[in-house]
């Protein structure tokens, strides 16, 4: 990026990414596939850097959320297989077998539907079958009552014409939490997983060659569910391994400038709504970040930024392109310094947790106007 065009800009580490991928890599069983979870641009990193570099250096399979997603991949030069999570119309069926991609099937009539595609344009569509074992989205039915019924509607969905079934999974609701309670919902829905796929394999006499269920949290609190494939997306960016333990590294550093600095007295208002009035002398600087940039208008007043050697308060309500910090102590900063909004030295957990949100959205929410740059 040209130095005379910087006002904000999000630092991606490939490097980082990189070695977080090696070192998931490195705890799983022999054998098991690793799937890079790269929808929503890959949680804000930029998804074909991301999906290039898992793709050279190894990586079985991607998943997006969506087909424009996978269709941007394609484009874009990414071979490797990708499975898209969300559901695609049955319309576009021709559209998902000749870009090779693989398809989630979440209920018997979309199966049918793309069966019935995919018979008469002659081809076949890979899919994975979804299930729903607790998290209540998207998927077969078939905890308690609906148990049979679910089995029974697998069965006639992998026998339908047209379709190739590669794989079988489920999402886990609360692996990354903490608590006997979220530890037992946990263990019970991959009971539920590993029985249904029990009665589908021993009614059909087909053997699914992919389960997988271990999102980020399974693959750090539980990695016997790592079955066939992991799918480690937030853990992929440096993300949810608090405790340390496979060492990963944060991929994304959120960094803006200041564009001017001003004193105000006691007693002056900033920003909209005058929601901070001033209580001494203060020397105010603005930076040039706002929510339409992914900096949530809910931190206003709540946040400190990393800033010289320290930080600097957040002050006033958060501007569509702009917002104001206290610099009254933090002399050796000046217009055009940096300020780092998130990253090594502004934990972005803190921030999350001052918006009262998750890091996840934070990431997502950096928008597309404030450039990448690849470190």
Known sequence: MNDLQKRTWAEISLPNIRHNYEAIRACLPAGCRFLGVVK????????LPVAHLLQDSGADYLAVSCLDEALELRRGGVTMPILI????PHEYTETLI????TQTVSALAKAQEY????????????IHIKLDTGMSRLGFLCAGEHFAGGVENVVRSIGLPGLETEGIYTHFAVSDEPGEDCEAYTREQFRLFTDVIAAVEEKSAFHFPIRHCANSGAVLHYPEMALDMVRPGLLLYGYGDEEGKLGLRPCM???????????????TSVSYGRRFVCQRR?????????????????????????????FAPQCGSICMDMCMVDLTDRPEVHVGDEVEIFGAKNDINALAAAAGTISYELLCSIFKRVPRVYL
């Open 85 to 88: 999570l969300g559901h695609t």
């Open 115 to 126: 069966s019935e595609a995919a018979f008469a344009l002659g081809k076949k569509l890979r």
């Open 98 to 101: 000749d870009n090779d991609l």
């Open 40 to 47: 929503a641009d890959a949680y804000g990193h930029g998804a």
């Open 253 to 267: 550093r959120l960094v803006t400038t200041v564009s001017t600095i001003k004193y105000y007295e006691p007693g």
């Open 282 to 310: 203060t020397r105010m600087g603005v930076l040039a970040i706002g929510y339409a940039d992914g900096l949530p208008r809910i931190l206003s007043n709540r946040c400190s930024f990393a800033a010289g050697e320290g």
